[in-house]
């Protein structure tokens, strides 16, 4: 596949958090044949492995590491790892998050009696699922780039990019810990911007829009491959009809990775949406 913007990576060393899933293979693949050589973590390390097996054939430099963002220690020796077998790191994707059906409700609007109706209204959220999705998310990026970062300190040209979403700029129904995780993955975006501005590290981040995945996968189709109701409102919301492709993800991805196209662009969220932020609904 070709690189959308011509961006020349050679010689970066790329870490690409997630890497196990769907959207993030997919970065780490593309930052590969933008020459770079790309570590990929996840939990999943066989599911890492296999994507970085794929990019070695197709004459890719990367390995697989057995990572838990969560834990700063083991994130802390996998950085070590990574410096031993690349060199420091000069381009961090905190691509790890996610949801859990603990911090959903089961419906959009809460009416009354549904506390106690056979439902997850808004007062049966687990207090734990809501903890774990904050932590996956916001921690999931805070830890990695306490460990990664320190590489970068003082080295021109290197940069952090973060994922954050649509829910970020508008929290959508039922998933209340998401959204206001992605919400604080975008103040954080902010803030890291500022706070590295001196040493050499750009930070940005990108919002995708709707993309279908093995994650939402649920939320989006029902068991009989029809869409659900909430993809109905999606599509419709979304002014150019459609999901997003994996692959739409790149040319957002490498621009702000681009040191000449992009060097003094620093604490961006840029949408990649279809028009779902621009859309007001009339």
Not at 34 to 52: H, P, R, S, T, Y
Request: a negative charge; glycine letters at 12%; proline letters at 3%.
């Amino acid at each position: 596949m070709k690189n959308v913007l011509n961006t020349d990576l050679s010689g970066k060393v790329a870490v690409v958090t997630g890497a196990g899933g769907v959207l993030c293979s997919n970065f780490a693949k593309v930052l590969a044949r933008a020459g770079a050589k790309v570590a990929l973590l996840d939990l999943n390390e066989e599911a890492a492995k296999g994507f970085a097996d794929e990019i070695v054939a197709e004459g890719g430099v990367a390995k697989a590491y057995g990572c838990n963002v969560l834990d700063k220690a083991i994130c802390g020796e996998v950085a070590e790892k990574v410096m031993a077998d690349f060199g420091p790191c000069d381009i961090l994707v905190n691509g790890a998050g996610g949801n859990n059906p603990k911090a959903t409700t089961d419906k959009e609007y809460f009416e009354l009696g549904d506390i106690d109706a056979d439902t997850k209204s808004f007062f049966d959220l687990d207090e734990n699922g809501v903890g774990f999705v904050f932590n996956l998310n916001f921690l999931g990026t805070l830890i990695p780039t306490q460990c990664f970062a320190k590489q970068m300190v003082g080295r021109e040209g290197c940069n952090i990019l973060n994922v954050s979403s649509m829910n970020a700029y508008t929290p959508l129904t039922k998933i209340p810990a998401y959204s206001g995780a992605k919400a604080a993955i975008s103040n954080f975006t902010q803030w890291l911007a500022v706070h590295f501005s001196k040493v050499g590290i750009r930070v940005n981040a990108i919002a995708p829009g709707f993309f279908s995945t093995k994650q939402n996968a649920k939320l989006l189709f029902n068991e009989d491959g029809t869409p659900t109701a909430r993809t109905g409102k999606i599509l419709a919301a979304t002014p150019m009809g459609r999901f997003g492709e994996s692959e739409e993800l790149e040319g957002g991805l490498l621009f702000l990775l681009n040191n000449d196209a992009a060097s003094f662009i620093t604490g961006v969220v840029l949408p990649i949406d279809g028009g779902f932020s621009a859309y007001s609904g009339v």
